[in-house]
């Protein structure tokens, strides 16, 4: 179920214009030290599974409802962007904003193969980072994991007759 629902998360995610690369989130970002080059390409969206409390429907089959997180990362072309920047640089600088914009309006209730319409439950800026600019967009889904479930294949009987019974 999950290893489905990364891989169409992630086919939809490269379609999103601009966005260079796209990883399953494991910190990549969060050790980059001042100055360094990141060792992924920006734009990048990270998928993060948080935990996904499920309940038995029957005959092995569980739903439950998560929280996916996705991390937006670009480059700080300027660390200020006021009224006062000249506008080629403070386009480029709103470029990451516009990126959580076409996001939302790419994720806002699409759905996959074992997840159903996702909702956003929230944005948060991460700012820990200080090289990078990095917003966390938060949706609610649920899932339906069938994965569990046995695939039975019936029996067909064999049927031997014997032709001397029909005499």
């Given at each position: ?25 494991a910190g990549q ?88 319409s996702m909702t ?48």
């Amino acid at each position: 179920m999950l290893k489905t629902t990364y891989l169409e998360l992630l086919s939809k995610i490269t379609t999103l214009n601009g966005v260079k690369h796209v990883d399953m989130y494991a910190g990549q970002y969060l050790n980059e030290a001042d100055g360094e080059e990141l060792p992924f390409p920006t734009p990048a969206v990270f998928i993060e599974f948080t935990s996904i409390p499920t309940g038995e429907l029957g005959r092995r089959v569980q739903e439950g409802e998560a929280l996916i997180r996705f991390h937006l990362v670009s480059d700080v072309v300027m660390n200020e962007v006021s009224n006062s920047t000249p506008e080629p640089i403070r386009s480029n600088a709103l470029d990451h904003l516009g990126m959580i914009d076409d996001f939302h309006k790419l994720m806002e209730k699409s759905s996959g193969t074992h997840f159903n319409s996702m909702t956003r439950v929230g944005v948060t800026a991460d700012t820990a980072p200080t090289d990078i600019y990095v917003h966390i967009a938060e949706y609610n889904t649920r899932f339906t994991d069938e994965s569990a479930v046995r695939k039975y294949i019936p029996a067909t009987p064999s049927l031997n007759i014997d032709p001397q019974l029909n005499a």
